[in-house]
């Protein structure tokens, strides 16, 4: 239940309290020493963001020697706390920031509309068919045995057989020329899209099955991903979500397309084998510009020039961290969210603490994104999986194409979390009307 707004009014009150014993406390006990305070603390994290950056654009001993700033920095700030007898200080103003910014939140959530995707009565399903991938997720459909559990609520389980050359999408079109009324997939990410495309294109609902490595797209539904058998539940007791589907070039996808660094380090072909090996042996050229195509990107009236990296992702991700990876509350906004890095530096690193505001990084949203670059094909990575297509790469999105069965009690639902905004809080901790604060929430929504 979101507060009130008498409620909000407190919590903003109590969020800029914070701030200020905060500061009071830093005046009080650090005296004249809170600004060398804060300064040592502010150097540490550009030390941490500067040899984050190097260990990965660097090799040999100057990786080494980055890696050990990285982890010598923080050290570095403790000691000279406890040196000054102001660890305990620091540790307090630290303590009340973060009441500040929990309370802050809170004061701004939303007291109007709903905050999850709506959801629509379930359809009456006679003959579900589900696609599972064996050896996914280091065999989950066996250990949770899906498909024992699958077939006695009724459904019938085909498994993908890569021996056979069995197409994932053949198997699904197959499905539903015999009779199929729901398609569903326990797999990851990549497999979800391609039978997401073939449901989406004949109007049947889709099933998601959490049976993947990581499962993105099951964890912004709302789905327990630590057990999978859970989002059968949805055959008997679910409802039904519309969500938007992307295509890349022609290629679906229910979470992102990545190009730029991260792609190429995916279509390694040691990759598969040892993923951190291959991506810290990658990365310093690629950083550094000496390998990899050159990019530049347009997603409505943003460019972005030669990003290193470049992200496209059905729906925007949150604002909260600074890549803008965390997680999507929606996914019908019939949009794309495009995400662009461009460090070249140590000092261009440590600015990405700066967040949205960081220099290196650019932030849009559009319907439609063209990523191009300085040869006639680019490795793309389509959901994870490593694609080379030719350029240029449009990228759309399909507002509300896909319907998505899920359970009706879902543990992984929640609400977005607001960007903080200072100058709204400061107003709601003022006491202003009812009329002017609910027509400033409108304004923000």
């Known amino acids: 239940m979101n507060p009130t707004l008498a409620q909000r009014r407190w919590l903003a009150r109590a969020s800029l309290a914070s701030i200020l014993v905060a500061g009071l406390t830093l005046g009080v006990f650090a005296g004249a020493r809170a600004i060398g305070l804060l300064a040592v603390g502010l150097v540490g994290l550009v030390l941490v963001a500067a040899g984050l950056w190097w260990s990965l654009a660097r090799q040999g001993t100057l990786r080494v020697l980055a890696v050990l700033l990285t982890l010598g920095a923080p050290v570095w700030v403790l000691v000279a706390y406890t040196r000054a007898h102001l660890t305990w200080v620091a540790v307090l103003a630290?303590?009340?920031?973060?009441?500040?910014?929990?309370?802050?939140?809170?004061?701004l959530a939303r007291d109007e509309g709903p905050a999850a995707m709506p959801e629509h009565p379930a359809p009456r399903v006679r003959r579900p068919v589900l696609i599972m991938n064996p050896r996914s997720g280091g065999g989950k459909v066996r250990r949770f045995e899906l498909r024992e559990r699958a077939e006695g609520l009724g459904a019938e389980v085909l498994l993908l057989e890569w021996r056979d050359g069995s197409d994932v999408a053949?198997?699904?079109r197959k499905a539903a020329a015999e009779g199929a009324d729901l398609l569903g997939v326990a797999g990851g990410d990549g497999t979800q899209a391609q039978v997401a495309e073939v449901a989406a294109a004949l109007g049947l609902p889709f099933l998601v099955i959490p049976a993947g490595t990581r499962n993105h797209f099951a964890l912004d539904l709302g789905l327990d991903r630590d057990d999978p058998a859970k989002a059968l539940d949805a055959l008997r007791d679910g409802v039904e979500l519309?969500?938007?589907l992307g295509s890349a070039g022609g290629l679906p996808f229910v979470n992102n397309v990545s190009f730029g660094a991260y792609a190429e380090v995916v279509a390694s072909p040691a990759y598969r084998d040892d993923k951190t090996r291959t991506a810290l042996r990658l990365l310093p050229d690629m950083l550094a510009g000496h390998e990899g195509p050159r990019?530049?990107?347009r997603a409505g009236r943003t460019v972005f020039a030669e990003p290193q990296a470049l992200l496209v992702s059905n729906n925007p991700y949150g604002t909260g961290d600074i890549a803008g990876l965390g997680r999507r509350s929606r996914m019908d906004g019939g949009e794309l969210g495009c995400v662009g890095v461009k460090v070249t530096s140590a000092a261009q690193a440590a600015g990405l603490l700066r967040g949205r505001r960081a220099t290196g990084l650019v932030r849009a949203t559009a319907t439609h994104v063209v990523v191009d670059a300085d040869?006639?094909?680019i490795q793309v990575g389509v959901d994870g999986e490593a694609i080379s297509l030719r350029v240029p790469v449009h990228c759309e999105v399909r507002p509300l194409a896909l319907r998505v069965l899920v359970p009706r009690h879902r543990p992984g639902v929640r609400r977005a979390r607001p960007l903080l905004d200072w100058r709204h809080i400061g107003r709601l901790a003022l006491g202003r009307s009812r009329r002017q604060g609910s027509?400033?929430?409108?304004r923000d929504h």
């Open 375 to 377: 040869q006639d094909r």
């Open 170 to 172: 053949d198997m699904a």
């Open 439 to 442: 027509e400033a929430d409108r």
């Open 94 to 107: 630290v303590a009340l920031w973060l009441v500040a910014v929990g309370t802050g939140r809170a004061a």
């Open 242 to 244: 519309h969500v938007d």
């Open 295 to 297: 990019l530049s990107a």
